[in-house]
């Protein structure tokens, strides 16, 4: 996914750095440093996926990059004098390489009018050895305002307290909506935020910077242990917090879904206990109007035995009438015993 980086950096004579030595080495080029002679070539080295330069309308000789850039060099006098500022951008790896190319130029001529100061852009492709995504842009800066003559005064809106830490929250913010105009204009969902996790609202620890030393030791690692069939795993302090970080990130995000999924439950359960105590009350109401007859009695309740009822009679009713007719039997034996004899034989 598409992340945020911008980093604001000088090029300081304090440190042993010159201004030529940095843009040979961004650029992939031969420049000489007039001022010690030295000359710097990387024009075989790779990775250099595109070079640009923006500089004010009617000062097109700083578009000569050795010109320019030895004229930053013999500009200053202090031995701690700053020579040039670098903007250090991460690239979505969303975007390809012309849309890459537009947003670095975008940025460029905003430093360049913002400032008034000639912009010299390096777009690096990843690293063999890195993380494949890791499309990036290093662009070097005048730290004098550039006139169709020459460099003329210093710009000090970075180097004065009271006002650096607008400014690059300024250019921050103006480098995030530049992404996220890009990244909208590629159809690709993600969005990035130059703010903290802190500022955003979002209770997340971030990872700790890893500098060139640590970083470059982290990916030899990653190299042989991936060589020797191992599970990769961090080796520098740095590494093994950033290791330790993610890996409770994970189980916050881990602990997350789970209380997600448990209230998700929890809802459905509720919705089946609603549902089913609906059903127990139109039961109940149906069982009450079939209860409703003429008497109210359990007459209307429909028979079990549906077939025709059979008129049963009383067991001590059929043994009277057995009775009765056994006397009236009795009775006419006991006439006809009585009547005289009148036989023929008389």
Do not use: C
Not at 216 to 230: D, L, S, T
């Amino acid at each position: 996914m598409a992340i945020f980086h911008l980093a604001v950096k000088s090029v300081s004579r304090s440190t042993g750095r010159s201004a030529v030595a940095a843009v040979a080495y961004r650029a992939g080029v031969l420049l000489e440093n007039e001022r010690d002679g030295l000359v710097h070539d990387y024009t075989r080295r790779n990775g250099v996926e595109d070079t640009l330069m923006a500089v004010p309308e009617g000062a097109e000789w700083a578009l000569d990059r050795s010109a320019l850039w030895n004229a930053a060099e013999a500009a200053e006098k202090r031995k701690d004098a700053k020579v040039a500022r670098e903007y250090e951008l991460a690239l979505p790896a969303e975007l390809d390489a012309d849309q890459r190319r537009d947003l670095v130029r975008a940025f460029a001529e905003d430093i360049r009018d913002r400032y008034g100061v000639a912009v010299d852009a390096a777009i690096h492709a990843p690293h063999d050895y890195g993380d494949d995504r890791n499309y990036h842009a290093h662009v070097m800066t005048t730290t004098r305002v550039v006139e169709p003559d020459g460099l003329g005064a210093k710009t000090r809106q970075l180097d004065v307290r009271t006002s650096a830490s607008a400014e690059v929250e300024a250019i921050r913010e103006s480098w995030a909506e530049r992404v996220n105009v890009a990244l909208e204009h590629a159809l690709v969902p993600e969005r990035v935020d130059h703010r903290s996790y802190a500022r955003q609202g979002i209770e997340q620890e971030p990872t700790v910077k890893m500098g060139h030393a640590s970083a470059a030791i982290e990916r030899r690692a990653a190299y042989e242990q991936q060589m020797a069939g191992e599970e990769p795993h961090a080796v520098t302090p740095r590494g093994q917090m950033n290791e330790a970080i993610e890996a409770k990130r994970g189980l916050g995000l881990y602990i997350e879904r789970g209380l997600e999924w448990l209230q998700e439950a929890k809802q459905q359960a509720e919705l089946v206990a609603h549902n089913i105590a609906d059903l127990a009350r139109e039961a109940a109401q149906m069982m009450r109007a079939r209860l409703r007859g003429p008497e109210d009695g359990f007459e209307a309740l429909p028979g079990l035995d549906q077939s025709p009822r059979r008129e049963h009679v009383p067991a001590i009713e059929q043994d009277r009438s057995v009775q009765v007719e056994r006397d009236r039997q009795q009775e006419r034996e006991r006439q006809r015993s009585q009547e005289p004899d009148i036989g023929f034989g008389r």
